[in-house]
Every structure is written in C-alpha cells, then in structure tokens.
C-alpha cells in the first residue's frame, strides 16, 4: 500500500502512545504515593487499569473508543491533579497537546476511510475543564503541595511530552497532507491503467511549446497492431493487460536509452532542456495508441525501432477465466515526426499520425518518417 501511513502503522504508532502514557501514569503513582497524594495515587491506579485496556482496543482497531477514552483521561486526570496540587505542576499544558492529538487522529481516520470522532465539539472539553480549574482555584486552596523542585521537573517534563507529541503529530500530519496532494495530482495526470501520462496532461503541455534554435523536439505515435482482433478473441481483460505490459516495456526502455527525466515545456527549465540530452514524456494518447514526446537524443529512428522489437519478441502470457496461459504475439506501427518552426501542435501531432497510418497500410509492424 503505498500510504505514508496505514492500518498497521497507525496500530503501532497508537500502541507506542498508548505504552508511553502508561509508563507515564505509573511514574505519577510512584511520585504520589511517595509525597502522599493519595486520590491520584489512586486515580493513577485506574489510569494504569484504563491504558492496559486500551493495548486491547488498539488491537481490535477501536479507534474511536481509543481516541476518546485517552482525551477523557488526560483532561480529568488534569482537572482533578491541580485541584488537588494546583498551578506549579504545570499539567495544565497537556491541554495543548492533546487538541492537537485529537485533530490528528480525525485526520488520520478520514485519511484511512476509518469511522471518526468530529474534533471540535470534543476539544471543547478542554477549555472548559481550565475554566473550571481557575474558578474552583480561585475560591479553593489545594489540599496537597507537592515539593518545589518535584513541581520544577513536573514543568519540564509535560513541556517535553506536549511538544514531543504536538511536533510529531503535525509533522505526520503534514506529510500526510503532502502525500495526498502527490496522489491527487499523480491521478489527475496519469492513466490509471497503465500509469502512463493522460492525453489532457500532455495537451496541456503541447500547447506550450515553443522552442528556441538549439532545442530539437519529436513524437512519436505508436499503435498496437490488431488490437480489436485481439480484444474479440481473448477478451478486454487480456486487452488491459497487453496495454499494461507494454506501458511496463516503455518503461523499461526509457531507462535503458538513459531518458531519465520527463519534458518540462515552461520557459524557466527550457534553457536547461537545450542540447543532446534526452528526455522522454510517455502518454496514453487513447485507446491503444500511445504518444511519445523527445527533446534531444541521437539516432531516433533507431531507438524506436528498438522499442518495436522488444514488443515484437516479447512473449505475452495471458491467463485466462479457465485458467489457462495463452501466448499471445503482439506487434506495434510507429509514425515518428520532427517539430518545425511555426507548428503548431495538432499540425506537428497529425504528422505523425499521418506516418503511423502510413505503416499500417503498408504491412504494419514498422517505425515510418
């Protein structure tokens, strides 16, 4: 699954939170139980019970249940530590980083078609807890105080533990966002089938160019030879696969003619485009047709030709409903066109549909100029 996160990562990172948070409430028992703050002491023993349980529904992918469960604790696990110790202990700032928390993990939810909890009303809790916190305060002294140097290290290490996880969550979250952008684009320019550019993508493009004289540009239209034949006989499963293993094949063979970057027609990269170097953009011009656009390269005709054999002597093994290999020869017609000062796309893009038409009135299974 290419995902930054998934299923099982999402399990792991609530796992690792969920063990963090339970080393934490077993340390604030120890601290407690020592300077005799005894109801959190024994809130902290049901805090331990509660994130034990909670290894149990991260496994079962209870998420919800997960979520909201940890978001009650902590916020009436600070409400009820500052009515008893106060201010100087610094829990108040969990606060923070649990809203964060909690706008991650709808997020993440969404992002994993995963049922949810709605942010908003449930962050709501928090505030309202502080307020309450600074009322009952301001009319009621705490009934326990906790040694200045412990309350001094209780600063520091919340600090630590909310911005750990306010950083990490808005980190992922971020990436996150970036991935989706990437997949969004990448389906909006690209076949799906065959992972090859989409012809809007690539028209948008073509309709761009505009070289300077040391720029050299090229198409190339290649056409699967009796494709309907081989539709209507194997059928259009076996059409998408031959589509998918020749998308496969130009691959293969844009790398291996050392093209390794795609064409960019924008006026700030075309000085860098200039010369010999080349560049292939590889598109599903529709249907079975696949259109190839060059910038640079030495001996065209040869490298396509190249490509033509490699389908020709290619064995396509389709399997098929019942079960059985069919071994299917499959060739290519290819019409190659130069660009020339003045054209515009469509003239220079017919040209080469022109040639390709040419080939296959002529035999089929050949690269014509």
Same mark, same amino acid.
């Given at each position: ?5 998934? !299923? ?8 690792? $939170? ?33 994130? &034990?349980?909670?290894?149990?529904? !991260? ?9 909201? #469960? ?10 009820? $530590?500052?009515?008893?110790? #106060?201010?100087? +202990?610094?829990? @108040? ?5 649990? +809203? ?16 949810? $909890? ?12 502080? &307020?309450? +916190? ?27 533990? !909310?911005? =750990? ?9 971020? *990436? ?17 089938? =065959? ?35 081989? *539709? ?19 691959? +293969?063979? %844009? %790398? ?60 396509? $093994?389709?399997?098929?409903? @019942? ?9 290519? =017609? ?6 020339? =000062? #003045? ?7 017919? &040209? ?18």
């Amino acid at each position: 699954m290419d995902k930054i996160m998934n !299923v099982a990562k999402t399990k792991k990172l609530a796992s690792v $939170v969920v063990a963090a948070f339970l080393l934490i409430h077993i340390l604030m028992f120890v601290i407690f139980y020592h300077y005799g703050v005894t109801p959190m002491a024994y809130f902290n023993i049901g805090s331990i019970i509660f994130y &034990i349980c909670m290894f149990g529904a !991260v496994r079962k992918e209870m998420f919800q249940t997960y979520v909201i #469960g940890i978001y009650l604790e902590v916020n009436l696990h600070m409400f009820f $530590v500052i009515i008893f110790t #106060g201010w100087n +202990s610094g829990f @108040q700032i969990t606060l923070i980083g649990m +809203s964060v928390l909690l706008f991650y993990s709808e997020y993440l939810s969404k992002y994993l078609k995963k049922p949810y $909890v709605p942010s908003f009303p449930l962050c709501l809790l928090g505030p309202v807890i502080y &307020i309450l +916190s600074c009322i009952w305060l301001h009319y009621n002294s705490p009934r326990y105080a906790l040694p200045s140097n412990i309350s001094f290290w209780f600063e520091i290490f919340w600090a630590i533990v !909310v911005f =750990t996880i306010s950083n990490s969550a808005l980190y992922i979250f971020v *990436n996150l966002g970036i991935k989706a952008e990437k997949n969004l684009e990448k389906k909006a320019d690209h076949d799906q089938l =065959t992972g090859l550019l989409n012809r809007y993508y690539l028209s948008d493009f073509l309709s761009n160019i505009n070289p300077s004289e040391n720029e050299y540009y090229w198409a190339a239209i290649m056409d699967i030879d009796d494709f309907k034949k081989i *539709n209507d006989t194997y059928g259009h499963n076996c059409g998408d696969y031959i589509l998918i293993e020749i998308s496969n094949l130009l691959f +293969s063979w %844009r %790398r291996e003619c050392g093209a390794y970057s795609e064409i960019d027609f924008s006026n700030d990269i075309k000085k860098d485009q200039a010369g010999e170097e080349l560049r292939l953009s590889i598109s599903r011009w529709g249907g079975e047709e696949i259109l190839v656009i060059g910038s640079g390269g030495k001996d065209i005709i040869g490298m396509l030709d190249l490509l033509r054999k490699k389908i020709e002597e290619k064995d396509f $093994v389709y399997n098929n409903d @019942q079960g059985e290999s069919e071994h299917i020869n499959v060739t290519v =017609t290819i019409g190659f066109a130069e660009y020339k =000062t #003045g054209m515009t796309a469509l003239q220079w893009i017919d &040209i080469a549909d022109s040639n390709l038409y040419s080939g296959k009135e002529n035999g089929k299974n050949k690269v014509v100029f």
